[in-house]
């Protein structure tokens, strides 16, 4: 496998070139090289490269903006390839990223990999209210209400999410899964949601098996 080209998609992410990514993602298709293995170690890598250094005070804001936008365009490149071949649709998501956070790179993942799998996908994007979930649930009859959370101070609003779906006499008919850097399975069974999956892609193959059994 052509490695270089992969650190290649890292380095040029880090430096925010989407333009370049995008052309460096084709050459890896083309090359034949797997779509998840550009993701994890081309992309990925990138991006987790980035986020060490915004802790570590080296980058701000910015830097890590553009390199976020490299990083959605590059990922836009590799849906029609992580999509299953025909596949129709079995259920559907609403998904967000949860009210007070605006990272949006892991929900977008999120997205797209649900996508491949089937599930069609309300996208109700970043900062979304407690409120707005369960009425889309309602409202579009979603199988699933997927919750995304990057901040600690964020995290919490899973658990109102699960408290207005019982409320709203809904928690029997839909799936919360949670997922995001600060959360976890403890804190998935602490809150009462139904999954925790640290990854878009187990994200997915969990949604596929709550919406087939
Ligand atoms: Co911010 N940020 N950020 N940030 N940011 C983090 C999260 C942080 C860990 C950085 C740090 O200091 N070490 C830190 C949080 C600390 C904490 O709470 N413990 C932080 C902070 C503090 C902040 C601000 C407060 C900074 C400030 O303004 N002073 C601010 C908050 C703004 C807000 O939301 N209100 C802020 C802002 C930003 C930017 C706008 C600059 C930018 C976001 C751009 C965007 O999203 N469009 C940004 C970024 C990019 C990051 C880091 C560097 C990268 C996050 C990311 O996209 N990772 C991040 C550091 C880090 O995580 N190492 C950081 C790549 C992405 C693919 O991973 O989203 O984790 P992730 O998704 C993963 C899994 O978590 C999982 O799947 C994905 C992998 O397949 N997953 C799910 C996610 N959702 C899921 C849902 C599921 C299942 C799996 O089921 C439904």
């Known amino acids: 496998m052509n490695t270089e080209l992969l ?7 880090q430096k925010g070139r989407a333009k370049l990514v995008k052309e460096l993602v084709q050459q890896a298709l083309d090359e034949g090289i797997s779509p998840e293995t550009i993701l994890n170690e081309g992309l990925l890598d990138g991006m987790n490269i980035v986020g060490g250094k915004f802790k570590a005070g080296e980058v701000y ?3 890590v903006l553009i ?3 490299a ?4 990922a836009q ?4 390839y992580l999509e299953e071949a025909g596949v129709q649709s079995i259920g559907r998501a609403c998904l967000g ?3 007070g956070d605006l990272h949006d790179i892991g929900k977008n993942l999120v997205k797209m990999m649900l996508e491949g799998k089937g599930i069609e996908v309300i996208d109700l994007g970043t900062d979304v209210a407690p409120e707005t979930f369960i009425n889309t649930a309602i409202e579009q009859d979603c199988q699933l209400i997927c919750l995304s959370a990057l901040l600690t101070t964020t995290m919490g609003v899973m658990e109102e999410v699960v408290k207005k779906a019982e409320e709203a006499g809904i928690r029997d008919k839909v799936k919360i899964m949670i997922g995001g850097a600060p959360v976890d399975d ?3 069974k602490k809150i009462g949601a139904d999954a925790y999956t640290p990854d878009a892609a187990s994200a997915a193959d969990v949604a596929k098996s709550f919406l087939t059994a």
């Open 61 to 63: 804001v910015p830097e």
């Open 67 to 69: 390199a976020a936008r």
């Open 97 to 99: 990223t949860v009210q």
């Open 7 to 13: 650190k290649n998609i890292s380095e040029n992410l």
């Open 77 to 80: 490149m590799l849906k029609p």
């Open 71 to 74: 990083m959605n365009q590059g």
């Open 186 to 188: 403890a804190f998935c």
